[in-house]
């Protein structure tokens, strides 16, 4: 057909007309659009013979539409991401009876892809059977993608399977949609599928494929897929590349990403972003700056996603000035109305402690705020300790109407107290974010902070699809409570349902195992397990594996992980220095803090809880007192209660007491009970009772109820021979009702745990017990033991005492140890209270008679008794 002369329109006629098209059109669109391209008709926008909307009036002049015509304006808005637009005017030409065919349907159905629309999508599938174009391949491409795209997979499968013809755009498109949804192992299945079909992929193919693999980490995969790409001479595709750069930055293999980076030779924003962000993904900050200063360089224009990627960077470092430098970038570039844009840079000045600037920043996306916005202020509040203001907001975005996401709640968790737990709580269920692994881990540590286990549990339990942060956290609240048992079930459970731990979850199980009520082995056998996962070496499994050695009474392996630490970390140090000091072997401890001050490490009050109490057990006072001045010199640390009482037992140990109560009585705050005990004990050991009555008196106003007080009291009075001062304690202990703790003594054999008492006869080999203990009595006699009654308390007849003493709980579980294991095995006792020190030497002279190592660990340290020796030097 010949047309002609077109007339010239006016740029004021064509936008009337325009409007009074729009306003006239016909729509069945079950949904009201907002057309944000409404800018693009007006008059001043618009160019002579160059806008297709120009086109649009000129078919309204043209008696007969001709198909193609009509499709190429469908095309161009579709093309121009007009959906709205196109969507309208086919309901217009349907409504009028012009004509459609095959490429016309497979555009609609892309535009209600694009809108997520299945409910028109619904109803153009059902026009695509009526006129048989149902069977045409890009119409049920199309078909398959709209289902895809809006989650319906069954339906999209369908599709495919159904096509007679199917192309290398229908088999993306069903990849694709596979990925899109979260189906990766489909997704790859379908890839290697194809090629099975005969189907060769194209750029696009491999592009979302190597998407899927990012994804999922495959990347043993993905290098088969890299070598594809370069067998079919794809590498030089820059969204290929693109694709590429991405996999490998998501699998860890920087290296690998830098390469396919750097023999891209056709890179856009998208290439020098992928880079960026797979260095800060990586945690190589100076590497990603690098690249994005040769992208200055380069002349690459600065785009929304670049400034998203560099703004977190700049959060990560906390680099102010060159934040503001990009904000004022930003606002130059015209992206400071972009919502993403704004809050990249609240983040910014919240991790950078600029928490006015943040608001005021917040502020001005008043009426845009979205759900991002108001948890990235709650929980840039939270980070700089402005608990009660990440509260109000909180309150205020619940009265804007805007909901809470996982972010959110995940975050607000953190505020406990000030936020109620159980109120958060009643709105997580009421917003069924109960089952989120994100809010169901939240909420589980919240309330394993507050001891509440059994709601920890009941929460565990309700979460859908954990994943290992969950597991771990659960875990971990059991170790943190001492409940290896919870722990424990927890890690063989997660093993069950086929989980694979990582370092953190190894690291808490670990440290459930060094409670004192674990069994030995347990530890050695998680040590095991971590070994074979690849994570013993892991920074904070190895700290662990050191901490639960030393606090199990191995300190030996302790110092073997101590030693083959690739890196250590200040857990690591102390636990070192504690443990060493804890088993009687001060100067190494003091060997470990003085390596630790070459290196110039950092220290804490820890570190020198440890060192003192190393320099306590050893007797070394002078060295004692220059440690604590150097913590307060040169350190700056300030003293905390534990730092005096280590202090005081220092001098107390030392037979030191009025040093000791010089210390107490210029001491910042009041003594705590640990150091009136200390000083009480100290008062037994060296006859004061007149310091000892005043520690026992200010002991029991701060804790009326424990039994240590009475009981220490009436035994400094039993040691000075004051019987009657005794009875009077005694008689105030039952006046009050306070119980006196029993002593126990524990030992492990083959797994099992037993536990004795004094003059316990209720184990089933008691009479064997008793024989050991009358064999060893003749034994020790002969090797010069001379019972020390004065530790026996009571005002009975010397030989009464001597029984008493040979009764001993810790004599109960040696002697069982001795008959249960074999010659030579050594035996590891737990006592809950102190062990005396008549027992001290008697188990000294049984290691030298039994030729047996015996570890005992009592509330106060943990004794080595070898050769008829002990780790204590007698300072026990």
């Known amino acids: 057909m010949v047309l002609g002369p077109v007339r010239k329109f006016s740029l004021t006629e064509i936008y009337r007309t325009v409007k009074s098209f729009q306003q006239t059109q016909i729509s069945f669109h079950s949904k009201t659009f907002n057309q944000s391209q409404a800018a693009a008709l007006k008059p001043e926008t618009l160019s002579l013979g160059a806008s297709f909307s120009q086109s649009h009036h000129l078919f309204d002049e043209i008696p007969r539409r001709i198909l193609s015509d009509n499709n190429h304006l469908l095309f161009e808005y579709s093309r121009n991401n007009l959906n709205v637009d196109a969507l309208n005017l086919f309901v217009r030409n349907h409504s009028l009876g012009f004509p459609f065919d095959g490429s016309s349907l497979s555009c609609i159905l ?45 339906d999209g499968e369908k599709i495919f399977n159904e096509m007679p013809e199917k192309n290398v755009v229908s088999w993306t498109s069903l990849l694709s949609g596979y990925s899109r949804n979260g189906l990766v192992d489909q997704a790859i299945e379908t890839f290697f599928c194809m090629q099975a079909e005969g189907i060769k992929p194209n750029p696009l193919t491999f592009a979302t494929v190597l998407g899927a693999l990012a994804d999922d980490g495959a990347v043993k995969k993905g290098i088969q ?93 906390k680099e102010l000035g060159f934040a503001r430098q990009l904000h004022s970038r930003v606002v130059k570039d015209g992206f400071d ?131 290992i942060v969950s597991w771990s956290a659960m875990l971990g609240g059991y170790a943190q409570l001492g409940d290896t048992e919870g722990a424990i079930k927890v890690f063989l459970q997660l093993a069950k349902d086929g989980v694979r731990p990582n370092e953190f979850t190894f690291c808490s199980v670990v440290n459930a195992c060094a409670s004192p009520i674990a069994a ?90 440890g060192v003192i109490s190393a320099c306590t057990h050893a007797g070394l006072v002078v060295e004692g007192e220059r440690y604590f001045n150097m913590m307060v010199k040169d350190h700056f640390i300030n003293p905390t209660m534990e730092h005096y009482s280590c202090m005081v037992d220092l001098y107390s140990r030392a037979g030191m007491l009025g040093k000791a109560m010089d210390l107490v ?79 126990y003594s524990w030992i492990e054999v083959k797994n099992k745990t037993y536990s004795f008492l004094a003059g316990d006869h209720s184990h089933p080999l008691s009479d064997q017990i008793y024989l050991k203990l009358e064999e060893l009595g003749i034994r020790l006699k002969d090797a010069g033991y001379l019972p020390d009654t004065n530790y026996v308390l009571h005002d009975v007849e010397e030989e009464h005492k001597e029984a008493i003493l040979s009764q001993h709980s810790e004599r109960l579980a040696i002697a069982f140890g001795l008959i249960a294991t074999h010659s030579g095995t050594p035996i590891q006792i737990v006592k809950n209270l102190r062990v005396c020190g008549d027992c001290h030497t008697v188990i000294k002279l049984i290691s030298l008679i039994e030729v047996r190592e015996i570890i005992v660990r009592d509330s106060n340290r943990f004794h080595h008794f070898k050769g008829g020796l002990c780790s204590c030097g007698d300072y026990w």
């Open 110 to 154: 892309k535009v209600c892809g694009c809108l997520f629309d299945q409910n028109v999508g619904r109803q153009v599938h059902c026009r695509c059977i009526k006129s048989g174009f149902v069977e045409d391949v890009s119409v049920g491409t199309s078909l398959a993608d709209l289902y895809m795209k809006t989650a319906n997979v069954v």
């Open 225 to 317: 897929v890299h070598c594809m790409v370069i067998k079919n001479g794809f590498e030089a595709t820059t969204f290929v590349s693109n694709s590429l750069i991405n996999m490998y930055s998501k699998s860890g293999m920087v290296r690998d990403a830098r390469a396919v980076f750097d023999s891209t030779e056709n890179r856009d924003a998208v290439s020098w972003n992928g880079m960026i962000a797979g260095f800060v993904s990586n945690g190589l900050d100076m590497e990603a700056l690098q690249v994005f200063y040769q992208m200055r360089l380069a002349g690459v224009k600065l785009t929304q996603m670049i400034f998203g990627t560099i703004l977190k960077l700049c959060a990560t470092l």
């Open 337 to 467: 109305s972009d919502l993403t844009t704004r809050t990249a840079l609240m983040v910014v000045y919240s991790k950078s402690s600029e928490m006015d600037d943040a608001l005021r920043l917040f502020y001005t996306m008043r009426g845009v705020w979205n759900v991002v916005s108001w948890t990235a202020m709650i929980s840039g509040y939270l980070q700089n300790g402005g608990v009660e203001q990440a509260v109000n907001l909180f309150c205020q975005m619940r009265r804007e109407g805007v909901r809470p996401n996982h972010f959110t709640y995940s975050t607000a968790l953190t505020a406990h107290p000030t936020a109620s737990l159980f109120q958060i709580h009643a709105q997580v269920i009421k917003t069924n974010y109960e089952k989120s692994p994100s809010v169901g881990t939240a909420l589980l540590d919240a309330y394993i902070k507050i001891g509440h286990t059994s709601e920890a549990a009941k929460v565990f339990v309700l979460i859908e699809e954990k994943d």
């Open 520 to 609: 030995v082995e347990q530890g050695k056998q998680f040590h095991a397990s971590s070994i074979k996962s690849g994570y013993n070496n892991a920074l904070c499994v190895s700290s662990a594996l050191v901490t639960m050695y030393a606090k199990r009474g191995n300190i030996v392996s302790a110092n073997e992980v101590f030693k083959r630490q690739r890196e250590r970390d200040l857990v690591s140090w102390n636990s070192m220095i504690s443990g060493y000091a804890q088993h009687g072997y001060g100067k190494k401890a003091l060997k470990v803090f003085e390596e630790m001050r070459f290196r110039k490490m950092e220290m804490d009050g820890v570190t020198f809880i």
């Open 665 to 743: 009585n210029m001491m910042p705050f009041p003594a705590g009970a640990t150091i009136w005990r200390t000083l009480l004990a100290a008062c037994r050991v060296h006859l004061n009772v007149d310091l000892g009555k005043l520690a026992a008196e200010n002991l029991i106003s701060l804790q009326p109820l424990d039994s240590a007080a009475y009981v220490l009291l009436s035994n400094v009075y039993a040691a000075a021979g004051n019987w009657k001062e005794r009875a009077k304690v005694r008689k105030l202990m039952d006046e009050r009702k306070v119980k006196k703790e029993a002593g």
